[in-house]
C-alpha cells in the first residue's frame, strides 16, 4: 500500500491509467471503477488506485472521512455486484492538512473479465468505458494459464456437448449479463461461455465451473459432484432409516431442488400454547438458516474430492458435512469473520441466481435466523483437516 509521499506524487499524476480520482463513496462509481482496474486491460500487471477524496484535476477535496465511508469501500467487494471477486486493499484514513484521503488498491485479477452488474467495465487512458466484444476477447486470452482454483482449469475431454446450452442460455445467462449488453450481443456459445468462466477458448474445452453449473451429467467428469440426504429415525446414525434421497445434475437445477427440498420436507411447524387460550406456531428450524448453510456447504465443498455432500437428519439435529477444510485465508482463529472462495466461478454463479446475497454474510446470517426461531446457534466443527460440518439443532420448545 501507498505511503503519504507516494499518494501525494500519485495525485499530481493527472495522465496515468492506474489512477482514478473521486469524492463520491457511491457504489455506482466505486464498483466501475474497482472493475476497470481488476480487468487491466492493458496488461501493466500492477495495482490500480483510487484516490477518494480527491478530486479530479488533483486537489485535496477538504473531505472528513469517517467509519462509515470506509464500510462503504468495503460493501463493494462483499456485496457481490463485481464479479469474479476482485483483489483490494483499503488503506487507513491519510488525515492530511487540506483534508482526509482514502487509498484504494486494487490487482490485476488472475480470471478476467470482471464484471460490475453484469457489464465489464475497463481503463482506455485516464477514464472508463464498457468493453467491446473484441476487448472482452482480449481479456479472456489474458488469463493466466492455469486457472488457480478447480473451478477455473479445464475439465479435460468436455465439449459444449456436454453442456445444457438451454440452462445457459435461458435460465442463468439473463441473470448474469445485463440487459443492454445482452441485446447488443452477437456472440457464439462458447465466447459467451468463456466471458464468464464457464469455457477456454484456447484449448476449446469446458472448465470445470461449467461441467458442474450446467453440464448434463457433471458426475461422468467430477465423480463427488452430487449431494447425499439420509433421514434417520432417531439419534444416531445408526438407526433405521426413514428416506433417502439424492441430489445430481448441473447446479442450476440442483440448487432449486434442493432449497424446495428443505422448504417442503424438512422444515415443519406445529401449533403451541403461549399463555391462556393463545396459541402460537413454531418451526422445527428456520427454513432460511437451512438454507444458507447448505449453500456455503455448495459453493465451499472441494469438487476434487470423490465424497458427496453428506445431509444428515436426525430427530434432535441436522448435521451437514462438506468435503474440504476451511480454505486459503479462512482459519479456525479468524472463523466467521475471514473468508476465502476455494471456487470463486461457482460462487459468483451462485450470487447471479439468487442463492448467496451478499459474501462472507451467510453464516452470520444463519446464526440470527437461529436465534430468532428459537434455535441453539450452529455448531461448526473446525478441527477436521479435510472435511467442514456443522450441526444444527431443533426448536428448543419443539420437544416440551
Same mark, same amino acid.
Given at each position: 500500500?501507498?505511503?503519504?509521499?507516494?499518494?501525494?506524487?500519485?495525485?499530481?499524476?493527472?495522465?496515468?491509467?492506474?489512477?482514478?480520482?473521486?469524492?463520491?463513496?457511491?457504489?455506482?462509481?466505486?464498483?466501475?471503477?474497482?472493475?476497470?482496474?481488476?480487468?487491466?486491460?492493458?496488461?501493466?500487471?500492477?495495482?490500480?488506485?483510487?484516490?477518494?477524496?480527491?478530486?479530479?484535476?488533483?486537489?485535496?477535496?477538504?473531505?472528513?472521512?469517517?467509519?462509515?465511508?470506509?464500510?462503504?469501500?468495503?460493501?463493494?467487494?462483499?456485496?457481490?455486484?463485481?464479479?469474479?471477486?476482485?483483489?483490494?486493499?483499503?488503506?487507513?484514513?491519510?488525515?492530511?492538512?487540506?483534508?482526509?484521503?482514502?487509498?484504494?488498491?486494487?490487482?490485476?485479477?488472475?480470471?478476467?473479465?470482471?464484471?460490475?452488474?453484469?457489464?465489464?467495465?475497463?481503463? @482506455?487512458?485516464?477514464? =472508463?468505458?464498457?468493453?467491446?466484444?473484441?476487448?472482452?476477447? #482480449? %481479456?479472456? $486470452? *489474458?488469463?493466466? !494459464?492455469?486457472?488457480?482454483?478447480?473451478?477455473?482449469?479445464?475439465?479435460?475431454?468436455?465439449?459444449?456437448?456436454?453442456?445444457?446450452?438451454?440452462?445457459?442460455?435461458?435460465?442463468?445467462?439473463?441473470?448474469?449479463?445485463?440487459?443492454?449488453?445482452?441485446?447488443?450481443?452477437?456472440?457464439?456459445?462458447?465466447?459467451?461461455?468463456?466471458?464468464?468462466?464457464?469455457?477456454?477458448?484456447?484449448?476449446?474445452?469446458?472448465?470445470?465451473?461449467?461441467?458442474?453449473?450446467?453440464?448434463?451429467?457433471?458426475?461422468?467428469?467430477?465423480?463427488?459432484?452430487? @449431494?447425499?440426504?439420509? =433421514?434417520?429415525?432417531?439419534?444416531?446414525?445408526?438407526?433405521? #432409516? %426413514?428416506? $433417502? *434421497?439424492?441430489? !445430481?445434475?448441473?447446479?442450476?437445477?440442483?440448487?432449486?431442488?434442493?432449497?424446495?427440498?428443505?422448504?417442503?420436507?424438512?422444515?415443519?411447524?406445529?401449533?403451541?400454547?403461549?399463555?391462556?387460550?393463545?396459541?402460537?406456531?413454531?418451526?422445527?428450524?428456520?427454513?432460511?438458516?437451512?438454507?444458507?448453510?447448505?449453500?456455503?456447504?455448495?459453493?465451499?465443498?472441494?469438487?476434487?474430492?470423490?465424497?458427496?455432500?453428506?445431509?444428515?437428519?436426525?430427530?434432535?439435529?441436522?448435521?451437514?458435512?462438506?468435503?474440504?477444510?476451511?480454505?486459503?485465508?479462512?482459519?479456525?482463529?479468524?472463523?466467521?469473520?475471514?473468508?476465502?472462495?476455494?471456487?470463486?466461478?461457482?460462487?459468483?454463479?451462485?450470487?447471479?441466481?439468487?442463492?448467496?446475497?451478499?459474501?462472507?454474510?451467510?453464516?452470520?446470517?444463519?446464526?440470527?435466523?437461529?436465534?430468532?426461531?428459537?434455535?441453539?446457534?450452529?455448531?461448526?466443527?473446525?478441527?477436521?483437516?479435510?472435511?467442514?460440518?456443522?450441526?444444527?439443532?431443533?426448536?428448543?420448545?419443539?420437544?416440551?
Amino acid at each position: 500500500m501507498l505511503n503519504q509521499e507516494e499518494l501525494l506524487e500519485l495525485m499530481k499524476d493527472l495522465e496515468s491509467d492506474r489512477v482514478e480520482r473521486t469524492v463520491s463513496f457511491r457504489e455506482d462509481k466505486l464498483g466501475p471503477a474497482v472493475c476497470a482496474f481488476a480487468n487491466d486491460l492493458a496488461n501493466h500487471k500492477k495495482p490500480g488506485y483510487i484516490l477518494l477524496g480527491v478530486k479530479d484535476k488533483g486537489e485535496i477535496a477538504g473531505m472528513n472521512i469517517g467509519d462509515e465511508d470506509l464500510q462503504k469501500i468495503g460493501n463493494v467487494r462483499s456485496n457481490g455486484n463485481i464479479q469474479p471477486l476482485p483483489f483490494m486493499t483499503v488503506s487507513e484514513v491519510f488525515h492530511l492538512p487540506e483534508g482526509d484521503v482514502v487509498v484504494v488498491e486494487v490487482h490485476p485479477a488472475d480470471y478476467p473479465p470482471v464484471r460490475y452488474r453484469g457489464k465489464c467495465w475497463i481503463r @482506455i487512458g485516464p477514464r =472508463k468505458a464498457v468493453a467491446s466484444m473484441q476487448e472482452e476477447r #482480449v %481479456l479472456i $486470452e *489474458k488469463r493466466i !494459464s492455469t486457472g488457480r482454483t478447480f473451478d477455473e482449469q479445464i475439465c479435460r475431454g468436455s465439449k459444449t456437448q456436454d453442456l445444457s446450452l438451454d440452462v445457459f442460455k435461458i435460465t442463468y445467462l439473463p441473470q448474469a449479463i445485463d440487459q443492454e449488453t445482452l441485446e447488443a450481443n452477437n456472440r457464439s456459445n462458447k465466447e459467451q461461455l468463456a466471458s464468464l468462466g464457464f469455457f477456454d477458448l484456447v484449448r476449446d474445452t469446458c472448465t470445470n465451473a461449467g461441467i458442474l453449473m450446467f453440464g448434463d451429467n457433471p458426475r461422468y467428469f467430477i465423480k463427488g459432484s452430487y @449431494i447425499q440426504y439420509i =433421514k434417520f429415525d432417531g439419534t444416531e446414525i445408526t438407526d433405521s #432409516v %426413514l428416506e $433417502e *434421497k439424492e441430489f !445430481s445434475g448441473d447446479l442450476v437445477n440442483v440448487l432449486k431442488n434442493l432449497d424446495d427440498f428443505v422448504q417442503t420436507n424438512i422444515i415443519k411447524q406445529k401449533p403451541v400454547r403461549a399463555g391462556g387460550f393463545q396459541e402460537k406456531t413454531i418451526y422445527n428450524y428456520p427454513g432460511w438458516a437451512l438454507r444458507e448453510l447448505l449453500m456455503n456447504a455448495v459453493m465451499h465443498r472441494d469438487y476434487e474430492s470423490n465424497a458427496p455432500i453428506y445431509i444428515y437428519e436426525f430427530s434432535n439435529r441436522i448435521e451437514i458435512e462438506n468435503p474440504g477444510g476451511l480454505y486459503g485465508d479462512a482459519r479456525p482463529e479468524n472463523f466467521p469473520d475471514a473468508s476465502d472462495y476455494r471456487n470463486p466461478i461457482i460462487a459468483a454463479a451462485m450470487k447471479n441466481l439468487g442463492y448467496v446475497n451478499r459474501f462472507n454474510f451467510g453464516v452470520k446470517n444463519a446464526q440470527k435466523h437461529l436465534e430468532n426461531n428459537g434455535n441453539p446457534p450452529a455448531n461448526f466443527n473446525l478441527s477436521l483437516k479435510t472435511k467442514f460440518a456443522v450441526t444444527i439443532k431443533i426448536n428448543k420448545d419443539w420437544n416440551a
